[in-house]
């Protein structure tokens, strides 16, 4: 069983559409977690960081629950740069990736 | 800071023949990472440093892969003998403190023929 796992999509969504990715990870002792993106052909960047508390930044909100080993990543009224890889991060010692969400944002 | 450093961008070898990625890390940053990322696979953790010492080399593939980090602001990813399943991104990352804050370089394309 993969340590991070992704819904890989793809995800074809229009403009203005909320899309939600969802990741589930297997290392209970896993300390702090993130959502980065990757465009195509470039490195991965940091999106934002996942609180249990739940965060928002802008039209993006993320989720984790510890008990489910569960993270979540809630994107509102997309925008055509949005469309990316998104990879599921989660860190104990070292970051572990998921295989990434691909997300393709339509006109 | 211009950030963390990567050559070459792109590796054209062939098979049997040694290659040697580069990474500046930023300055300051404790930690170094280097990644392998392929369709298949994925992104995978190889080695990391702290402090400049190899901390956790149980990504490496096999023996043909060795890594060094001989100061702060240096590290090489050495292949030898290269092949053809080797060809993927690599990529190096540094963090200030290992679990925030990683920054990666832009990568090496490798292609072995």
């Known amino acids: 069983r993969k340590e991070v796992e992704q819904d890989p999509g793809p995800f074809n969504v229009p403009e203005g559409a909320t899309v939600a990715f969802n990741c589930t990870y297997s290392n209970s002792a896993s300390q702090s977690f993130f959502w980065y993106r990757q465009d195509c052909r470039k490195e991965p960047k940091l999106l934002m960081s996942v609180y249990s508390s739940g965060n928002e930044d802008g039209r993006f909100t993320a989720q984790l629950n510890r008990a489910s080993q569960y993270i979540s990543l809630l994107i509102r009224d997309s925008k055509l740069s949005d469309s990316a890889t998104y990879l599921c991060?989660?860190?104990?010692?070292?970051?572990?990736f998921g295989s990434g969400t691909q997300l393709t944002v339509l006109p | 800071d211009a950030g963390v450093i990567q050559s070459p961008r792109h590796e054209v070898t062939e098979m049997g023949q040694e290659v040697t990625l580069r990474c500046k890390p930023i300055s300051g940053h404790d930690y170094l990472f280097w990644y392998r990322q392929t369709m298949m696979r994925g992104l995978e953790l190889l080695i990391y440093?702290?402090?400049?010492?190899?901390?956790?080399d149980s990504g490496m593939p096999e023996d043909r892969f060795s890594a060094k980090m001989p100061n702060a602001s240096f590290s090489t990813l050495k292949i030898q003998p290269s092949e053809p399943r080797d060809s993927a991104v690599y990529f190096c990352?540094?963090?200030?403190?290992?679990?925030?804050?990683?920054?990666f370089g832009s990568g090496t394309r490798l292609t072995v023929v």
């Open positions: 990352a540094s963090s200030p403190d290992g679990n925030y804050g990683y920054t």
């Open positions: 991060v989660v860190n104990k010692r070292q970051l572990t």
């Open positions: 440093f702290n402090n400049n010492v190899p901390i956790d």
